[in-house]
């Protein structure tokens, strides 16, 4: 199995960017479909970005409007979440996830994810 170590949450000012990873160990990230989801406080974790295990599709949340964009880098078995242009309502601990099957479309869903990091928290200050 998979071991995910999200990194690069911190405190910015609304507008200003953040570049979060999530390094894999155990397991080639090529051996699975990744997302990103988020959890505010109060609320329930929701689907942020995601991406084939072959780096084919990466959709997007309808909130992430093009601020955001979604990659990996194989020789590092690192996925990474750019952030641009945060706004107040983008703060929440961010989470890395790992699938259970590799798609030709990964999956929005929260059940579809087995393996998960610990979270990075992002706080956008306005």
């Known amino acids: 199995q998979v071991q995910l170590v999200e990194s690069g949450g911190g405190l910015v000012q609304a507008g200003g960017s953040l570049r979060l990873s999530c390094a894999a160990s155990?397991?080639?990230?090529?051996?699975?479909?990744l997302g990103w989801f988020r959890q505010a406080p109060g609320k329930e974790r929701e689907f942020v970005a995601a991406?084939?295990?072959?780096?084919?599709?990466?959709p997007y949340a309808d909130f992430v409007n093009g601020r955001f964009t979604i990659s990996r880098d194989t020789a590092k078995n690192t996925v990474y979440l750019r952030m641009n242009s945060l706004k107040p309502e983008d703060t929440a601990i961010y989470y890395c996830?790992?699938?259970?099957?590799?798609?030709?479309?990964?999956?929005?869903?929260?059940?579809?994810?087995?393996?998960w990091g610990q979270g990075t928290q992002v706080t956008v200050a306005s």
């Open positions: 996830a790992a699938a259970g099957a590799r798609t030709e479309y990964p999956a929005a869903q929260i059940g579809e994810y087995v393996y």
């Open positions: 155990g397991r080639t990230i090529s051996s699975y479909d």
């Open positions: 991406i084939t295990w072959s780096g084919s599709r990466a």
